[in-house]
DNA sequence: ATGGTTGTTCCACAA
């Protein structure tokens, strides 16, 4: 059975249950990964995804910020979370498919403007969360495993409108790049969406600040799918719906989907 | 070098 999977930093669900519900309907994934709901999850509107056909919710938030999301059509328990940097932010769920697929949601720490975290304690916070990433998934190995999430990094030189300008861009930083790496190599991490694109320009992310998103296209590829070894060679039909950027009332992330032949 | 936009909450802050 191919499982349809799709990952979106929806930038609060409750503003945007109506577009959700639209992706729902028009792509059709099975489950779908969200970040910054922005939201208790008792003020989620599961019901009205629910009515859609998705009736399975695994979710953790809090009042205004972070929360993170899997709506699924598909039976799946909530397989925990994690409390990462001890700071009680909903930033990571986990769920469990019945075939055993352990599906992690995250949303890792923007990181502030700053690149030092001398002066910028966000941006401490942000490695931080990527170190206990790391020494995690080093200890856990990983298997039968999907990672998606807002990962707020761009890794590649063709995962943002420009290296060069943004190399001293949080999100494009070389310590940032290579930090991911390590989180990355830590679980044996593939990444889904490169190994089905791998050449070209990717993004699923553009500012609101751009007075023409589309027409400047200065995006960067924040959000990612990745699978474990076992698992990534059941994967394809990689795809970023970057339309779904110019949708009524956007979030300023597009949704990022990958199917897997479980 | 600066300012540009959006969402939530409370009278800023985070992105």
Redesign the pocket.
């Known amino acids: 059975m191919p499982l349809r999977l799709a990952t979106w ?1 929806i ?6 249950a109506p577009i959700v519900l639209d992706l729902l309907s028009r792509h059709g994934p099975d489950i779908l990964c969200l970040q ?1 709901t ?3 999850v008792e ?1 989620i509107p599961a019901e009205v995804f629910q009515a859609a056909g998705y009736t399975h919710m695994v979710a953790r938030g809090q ?4 929360g993170v999301a899997i709506l699924s059509r598909v039976p799946l328990e909530d397989a925990g979370h994690r409390d990462f940097c001890e700071r009680g932010d909903a930033r990571h769920v986990a769920a469990r498919l019945e075939d055993g697929t352990l599906i992690h949601n995250f949303y890792v ?5 700053e690149p030092d975290r001398e002066k910028n304690i ?1 941006f401490g916070h942000k490695l931080d969360f990527l170190s206990e990433m790391r020494d995690w998934f080093h200890g856990e190995a990983p298997k039968r495993s999907i990672l998606v999430g ?1 990962l ?1 990094i761009a890794p590649r030189e063709d995962d943002v409108w420009s290296h060069k300008a943004l190399l001293k861009v949080v999100s494009h930083t070389p310590v940032e790049v290579e930090q991911l790496a390590t989180v990355q190599d830590s679980g044996n991490w593939v990444d889904i969406t490169r190994k089905d694109i791998p050449e070209g320009q990717l993004y699923s992310w553009w ?5 023409d998103w589309d027409a400047a296209d200065k995006g960067r590829r924040l959000d990612h799918i990745w699978a474990t070894p076992d698992i990534a060679s059941a994967a394809g039909a990689s795809h970023i719906a970057r339309d779904v950027r110019g949708w009524e ?4 992330h597009a949704p990022v989907f990958a199917t897997f032949d479980l």
């Open positions: 930093n930038n609060s669900v409750r503003l945007r910054e922005k939201s208790p003020k009042k205004g910020y972070n720490p923007a990181g502030g403007d966000k807002d707020n500012s609101y600040r751009a007075k009332k956007p979030s300023d």
